[in-house]
């Protein structure tokens, strides 16, 4: 158990639908990653958070938008679905590297994933 | 801008044996770590090794070594005595060194690992 929670684990939607994903990170970590595995292919970044604010953005399509809330819970809205929406989104938490040398090794912790798929 | 590259697509590798998985990384930081996550047919990402780019020594967890090479900016992942639950999909990443809250960590695209009985 990586410690980060994901919901839902899977998702069956209509095209131009809006979805919802949500994401509780591991306690104590300020960093929430969103990620898309779409099928049998690698890990494309979406956005990341720290601490409440954008820190880096990846090939996020304008139909996405996310969020991290005070509670540092995350949620990645998926809006106007199209068939080639459908994915594994993945999220993940980390501590932040503070100074060059931080002993943290700044390791991703993903959680198990939301399979969405679009019909 | 970081970028990692995986040019083995797919691998076969008899039980038992050993297994180098490639992964070059590209990068103007001289800060940084280099991981490998697995991810098997369930589809879960497991974390299994991690360098840092001040390491002297290679990191090695268990079966799994990192053979890490920085002037040619190379992290192989080196598997020993291979088992079957082995099979699955093997990703390198790297992230950047201080950061200050930044943290983008870029995959490779992966390699697909097949153990044969």
């Known amino acids: 158990d990586s410690g980060v929670t994901q919901t839902p684990k899977h998702l069956i939607t209509a095209t131009g639908q809006r979805v919802t994903l949500r994401c509780s990170p591991r306690s104590g970590d300020l960093s929430v990653y969103w990620y898309q595995q779409s099928l049998d292919q690698g890990l494309q970044f979406l956005i990341q958070y720290y601490n409440g604010e954008e820190r880096a953005k990846g090939n996020i399509l304008e139909r996405f938008s996310a969020q991290q809330f005070p509670d540092l819970h995350s949620e990645l809205n998926l809006s106007s679905l199209e068939l080639g929406d459908s994915a594994l989104y993945f999220c993940?938490?980390?501590?932040?590297?503070?100074?060059?040398?931080?002993?943290?090794?700044?390791?991703?912790?993903f959680g198990e994933g939301s399979r969405l798929t679009v019909l | 801008a970081q970028k990692i590259t995986q040019t083995q697509p797919g691998m076969f590798v008899q039980e038992k044996e050993a297994v180098t998985l490639d992964c070059t990384y590209d990068?103007?930081?001289?800060?940084?770590?280099l991981f490998w996550y697995k991810q098997p047919s369930s589809g879960e990402m497991i974390f299994l090794i991690y360098q840092g780019s001040y390491d002297e020594q290679n990191a090695t967890e268990g079966r799994y070594s990192l053979n890490f090479q920085k002037a040619r900016k190379s992290a192989n992942l080196v598997i020993s005595a291979s088992q079957l639950g082995d099979s699955a999909m093997y990703f390198c990443?790297?992230?950047?060194?201080?950061?200050?809250?930044?943290?983008?960590?870029?995959f490779g695209t992966g390699t697909k690992l097949q153990v044969i009985p």
């Open positions: 990443a790297m992230r950047p060194g201080y950061s200050g809250g930044y943290q983008k960590v870029t």
């Open positions: 990068t103007s930081d001289q800060s940084y770590g």
């Open positions: 993940a938490s980390s501590v932040a590297i503070r100074l060059a040398g931080d002993k943290n090794t700044g390791e991703l912790f």
